[in-house]
């Protein structure tokens, strides 16, 4: 996913956007919904900035598609 490794250690890579995020990971919208519990709406609302993701679902969402919770500002 978003992992790279540089000097042995593992790190998260950081994305700017929710959307490259997304995109990064692979998955569809409607994968994501299912593995965070949301609809794929909600997860359409927050990729077209329509609504922001409370900072527990921002938390969810660097879980799921591995990557560093900073790129969902």
């Given at each position: ?16 956007s929710f959307e490259e ?28 900035r329509h609504c ?22």
């Open positions: 996913m978003g992992n790279t490794r540089t000097n042995g250690r593992a790190y998260r890579k950081r994305y700017y995020a997304l995109k990064a990971s692979g998955m569809t919208q409607s994968e994501l919904a299912r593995k965070v519990g949301k609809t794929r709406q909600y997860i359409s609302m927050v990729y077209n922001r993701p409370s900072a527990k679902m921002i938390i969810r969402f660097d879980e799921v598609l591995g990557v560093d919770a900073r790129a969902f500002r």
